[in-house]
């Protein structure tokens, strides 16, 4: 079961945090999350895409790493940026790979890469944190 937390980032705007185990089915309730904080901080037009993305970077930690667990954080920074990142154990980074027309799979990090104003990853001595963040309206700080 996750937990969802209210955190304070860096510059004192909200924040929110969920554990999730690494599994698919930890997928649809971080969708959910993104999208409730974001109709919380009052721009719910930006969810189809953030959704996208925090699905797209926790397959990617399902996927490519040996994680149990995952944590989902959504910060508001700059008042027009939201970063959406999923902290796991692994050291590897995460990169965009060339695949082939007709694979399946392999495209996450692709359409971050379509739909963000920028993306990356963040080494620490635990793991690490792929991030990316999106440019929406001007959300409401106070939430």
């Not at 109709?39 to 996927?63: C, F, K, M, Q, Y």
């Not at 149990?68 to 910060?75: H, L, Q, S």
Request: aromatic fraction near 6%; proline fraction near 6%.
């Amino acid at each position: 079961m996750s937990t969802i937390m209210a955190i304070p980032n860096a510059t004192g705007a909200p924040g929110y945090t969920s554990d999730l185990p690494c599994n698919p089915k930890s997928v649809q309730p971080a969708r959910r999350l993104v999208a409730e904080v974001l109709r919380t901080w009052g721009v719910p037009d930006s969810a189809d895409v953030a959704e996208l993305v925090v699905s797209e970077l926790l397959t990617n930690s399902i996927n490519h790493t040996a994680c149990a667990w995952a944590k989902v954080v959504v910060e508001l920074r700059q008042g027009s940026i939201v970063r959406i990142g999923v902290a796991d154990g692994s050291h590897a980074s995460p990169h965009l790979r060339t695949t082939a027309e007709t694979a399946e799979r392999g495209r996450g990090l692709f359409l971050v890469d379509a739909v963000c104003w920028r993306w990356g990853y963040d080494l620490h001595g635990w793991g690490k944190v792929t991030w990316a963040e999106v440019q929406v309206p001007a959300a409401d700080k106070s939430r």
